[in-house]
């Protein structure tokens, strides 16, 4: 445990700083806002926006707003006249995702939406580049098949939580909907030829899938 720590450490010392703004709000999500650990962090908000400026989308999906680090590491690869849009299902985290993406002077190319991803995704009008998947774990496959047709070819999913906490190996208690739904996303994205994906062990795990 001891050397996690320590290669932890060792990877943040190593890896660019936390710029400012995202450090201002890594703090006051751990001070102000219940399960703070949903926060991408630091090395994860790195990975994204690495992607992100690889990827340069004009048009990014982001299901699982939370306090908005994800939607600022990733805002930071869009082209000059791109669009975030951002769902997020609880209505009280709205006033600190806005006030970090105003400081970050970024509000203008993020579109806040708040509600059910299930009923939102539908009625958005766009082809994306990149969509990133961190909501309700029960309900991943049925973003994937929402989102799918809007992702335009050569497009990438970048799906969150998908080791969730090592369950995916243990056994699965059948009342536990939240790793079953990761399961069955796990298999479906496995089984759909119209992919190529790879998981990334970085943290709880991320699915990387590139549609064909």
Known sequence: MENNFEL?????DFSTPEDPTLYELNRETNISILRPRMLSGHIQGLLLEMLSTMIRPKRILE?????GYSALCLAKGLEEDGLLHTIEVN?????IATKYF???DIQTQIKQHIGDACEIIPT???????VFLDGNKREYCRYYDLVFDKLRPGGYILADNILW??????????RDGQTIGILEFNQRVKDDERVRQVILPLRDGLSLIRKL
């Open 8 to 12: 932890e450490k060792y990877i943040e």
């Open 165 to 174: 906490d090592g369950k995916v190996v243990q056994e699965v208690d059948q």
């Open 63 to 67: 299901i699982g707003t939370f306090t």
């Open 102 to 104: 105003e400081k970050a």
């Open 91 to 95: 209505d009280e985290l709205e006033w």
């Open 124 to 130: 958005l009008d766009e082809t994306f580049d990149f």
